[in-house]
């Protein structure tokens, strides 16, 4: 059962504090709050609550809320379950009326609201709540003359793309490891469905575990193992798992029944039959790779990701295809499979004149988006590519068109600030959730709080600004420059009145 919150438009003023003040209508919080629509996505969050029956549900404020504040401070659940406890402006940023010492919910309760809130929920809200940091934020420009107006292009903005990998929280996947972890786990099942039949059959099936450790330890333990060890290793960790699944299969002959296995169970049983049979196809064919590879036994929906990047060929999670403009980031796709993103750049241009009504003057993007059609089809557009032509470079580059690279490659870093910051500050760079929908919406939040603390900071710049217009500091005066298709740019001069 699903009840509207009450308290979803409450003001800080409203708010009731034990010590009978008041909160700061200044402060980040109640900001943020301001600029988050909240009411307008609450009908789609409760649709998951169908029936009316049952106990009421927590409100759509207080699950995204959560979940915003949880990315923000870069904690775990149950940490930040106490610091809504303990802080009055964040019971007031989750829609609380007063502050309450009580704790607001059971910190378990956070994984409900990530698969409750879905990627696709969270990224129409992300649009919304940025049509309305710009307008909070937007400056005017003087109008340009009539002769000008008339030679304007229609197109305006610059819209950077780009790709990116967001690694889950497993370690790394060797064909050795994972055989012995499913070889384990195989152990662990034969024991659950030998237990009920105890006593009905004469003796336990044979699993020979700690030989099968011993086998295993040899070769883990040694530095670098040679070709021909490593593979005969693999071998007697594939005849380990070959007879451990046969044992299986025979109890469930004998009477065993599968659903003496918890869900769980059940569904790493499936997991480990098909990492049994890529693992037996890669050791019989002599190959590295093949479709749909499993690298992990909890978090079988993850994929390898190859990236050629430097120290990290190879990254294990869900891929992102992103753009930005404005200082503000989108996540525009995101898949478990590898794909090439350069198929991508129609839908976010397309995305882009949806949201702001024009297409943009140039997108920024790295060499793999600079195709032969997309091109073209950009060129129909009047929207500029970022880098040199298809084909020899010529001889002799004027100044103007190197200042040109130069000036495009500049922009085009912004983006990967943007991954950087999500990686370091925000925790892309290693995704805690579990499972695959709960991966997607953490992800989502992500990008979601990075235009949250973007828009943060330029409230806070507009504010210094003010202040430094007219104030002095120690003989010298800050002076800010507003461009918001591109980075704050600041200058100190020496005030010499």
């Known amino acids: 059962m699903y009840k509207k919150a009450e308290f979803a438009s409450l003001s800080p003023s409203d708010f009731e504090l034990p010590s009978c003040g008041k909160l700061s209508a200044s402060n980040r919080w109640v900001k943020m709050a301001q600029v988050i629509p909240w009411s307008e996505f609450e009908s789609e969050y409760a649709e998951n609550f169908p029936t009316e029956m049952g106990a009421p549900a927590k409100s759509w404020r207080m699950a995204l809320g959560a979940l915003i504040i949880k990315e923000k401070l870069g904690i775990s659940d149950r940490e930040t ?17 007063s502050y309450s010492n009580e704790l607001p919910f059971d910190p378990s309760l956070l994984v409900h609201f990530r ?7 969270i990224n129409k809200l992300n649009e919304r709540m940025v049509e309305k940091m710009r307008e909070i934020t937007h ?4 109008k340009k003359k009539d002769s000008d107006a008339k030679n304007e292009s229609p197109n305006r903005g610059k819209l950077i793309i780009d790709a990116t990998c967001a690694p889950a929280d497993i ?16 152990e662990k099942i034969i024991d659950i469905l030998y237990k009920p039949l105890k006593g009905q059959i004469p003796k336990k099936p044979r699993t020979y575990r700690n030989l099968a450790r011993i086998d295993y330890l040899l070769i883990a333990k040694q530095r670098r193992p040679t070709r021909n060890k490593r593979r005969q290793a693999i071998k007697k960790q594939l ?3 070959k007879r451990n699944l046969a044992h299986i299969e025979q109890l469930i002959d004998g009477g065993a029944s599968l659903k003496d296995l918890n869900k769980k169970q059940y569904k790493t049983l ?8 890529q693992q037996q196809w890669l050791f019989d064919n002599d190959k590295q790779s093949i479709e749909d590879r499993i690298v992990s036994l909890s978090q079988p929906h ?5 990236r050629g990047k430097a120290g990290k060929s190879v990254e294990f ?3 992102l295809s992103a753009s930005c403009f404005e200082g503000y980031v989108f996540l525009d796709r995101m898949s478990w499979d590898n794909f090439n993103e350069s198929g991508d750049l129609k839908a976010q241009v397309e995305a882009y004149h949806r949201f702001t009504g024009y297409y943009p003057e140039s997108v920024h993007a790295d060499r793999i988006y600079r195709t032969r059609s997309n091109r073209a089809w950009c060129k129909e557009r009047g929207i500029r590519i970022s880098g040199p032509p298809l084909g020899r470079p010529p001889a002799n580059v004027s100044k103007e068109k190197k200042k040109q690279a130069a000036y495009d490659e500049r922009i085009r870093n912004a983006i990967e600030g943007k991954f950087g910051q999500a990686k370091r500050r925000f925790g892309l760079n290693r995704v805690m959730a579990k499972l695959d929908n709960t991966s997607g919406t953490v992800i989502a939040i992500t990008f979601l709080v990075m235009n949250l603390a973007t828009w943060w900071r330029r409230v806070f710049c507009m504010f210094l600004c003010l202040f430094g217009k007219r104030t002095p500091i120690f003989g010298w005066k800050i002076i800010y420059y507003y461009n918001w298709g591109q980075a704050i740019q600041k200058k100190l001069i020496f005030n010499r009145d």
């Open 139 to 142: 400056v005017k420009t003087e």
């Open 171 to 186: 370690s790394y996947p060797t064909d050795l490891g994972l055989l012995n972890g499913a070889r384990v786990h195989t």
């Open 81 to 97: 379950v106490e610091q809504i406890r303990e802080n009055p402006y964040l019971q007031y940023f989750i829609g609380q009326s």
């Open 239 to 241: 005849q380990y798992i």
């Open 317 to 319: 999670g869900a891929k």
């Open 115 to 121: 698969q409750r809130i879905s990627p696709n929920l």
């Open 270 to 277: 499936l997991v480990l039959t098909e990492v049994y049979r």
């Open 302 to 306: 993850i994929r390898p990701i190859v």
